[in-house]
């Protein structure tokens, strides 16, 4: 289950003289200092460029897509445009439920050097980012501040992971939409549909929103 709840803590992003790139001849590549600069600037072309008709936030990166070629002046606007958090509009926060049974996160506890229960306390009492989506349609990639919860992928991915399944890679937190292969550490389940074709939008999360994890009390 998940339960939007309002405004969302903001995040802090600035940059100048940033790169940016030729991606075809209607659309850059912008690189970035940090995520969260990333999520500041989609945010701000989208509400401000009116040449912009598409903007898609990566981890460092934004690629800004426009109607006709692109010219200098878009460039040298995007080189040196400022941004910062306290530009955004409140974002929402969502509560995703999760029994916090999956198969990995006795694996997980000691990579952290941490109980489990340490670890389902690290996971829940942080508030998380949505940074940037991909890989599949409706997955969300996740960013947290605490360190204690980095961990590699595993060694041999899984030909299958169930759709729900909470996971962690490297500094990241996710939740898969659907059925497919994967190589994130799995410590929970969640019933709350991060995809549905039929709702509008079908994704659940988005950059820039907040999420909280809630701890149903389910161990393995």
């Given amino acids: 289950m998940a339960v939007d709840h309002g405004v969302a803590p903001l995040i802090t992003g600035a940059g100048v003289h940033r790169r940016v790139l030729p991606y075809g001849d209607h659309a850059v590549l912008v690189e970035c200092a940090s995520t969260a600069e990333a999520i500041a600037l989609s945010r701000r072309v989208d509400e401000e460029f009116e040449e912009a008709i598409e903007t898609v936030p990566g981890a460092?990166?934004?690629?800004?897509?426009?109607?006709?070629?692109?010219?200098?002046?878009?460039?040298?606007?995007l080189s040196t445009l400022a941004v910062d958090a306290s530009e955004l509009a409140p974002t929402r926060t969502i509560e995703i439920e999760v029994s916090y049974d999956g198969p990995d996160l006795a694996e997980v506890a000691e990579l952290c050097g941490l109980e489990v229960e340490g670890v389902i306390a690290a996971h829940t009492s942080q508030v998380w980012r949505v940074a940037f989506c991909g890989f599949a349609p409706g997955f969300a990639y996740l960013q947290?501040?605490?360190?204690?919860?980095?961990?590699?992928?595993?060694?041999?991915?899984?030909?299958?992971?169930?759709?729900?399944?909470?996971?962690?890679?490297?500094?990241?937190?996710?939740?898969?939409?659907?059925?497919?292969?994967?190589?994130?550490?799995?410590?929970?389940?969640?019933?709350?549909?991060?995809?549905?074709?039929?709702?509008?939008?079908?994704?659940?999360?988005?950059?820039?929103?907040?999420?909280?994890?809630?701890?149903?009390?389910?161990?393995?």
């Fill in 60 to 77: 460092r990166t934004v690629m800004v897509r426009t109607d006709d070629r692109v010219h200098d002046q878009l460039t040298d606007r």
């Fill in 144 to 220: 947290g501040h605490d360190e204690r919860l980095t961990v590699p992928r595993r060694s041999s991915p899984r030909p299958e992971v169930p759709p729900g399944s909470v996971a962690l890679a490297d500094t990241w937190s996710a939740v898969y939409p659907r059925r497919a292969p994967g190589g994130w550490q799995l410590i929970g389940t969640t019933s709350a549909a991060m995809w549905d074709s039929t709702r509008t939008p079908p994704a659940l999360l988005a950059p820039g929103m907040a999420i909280r994890f809630i701890d149903l009390g389910v161990r393995p």
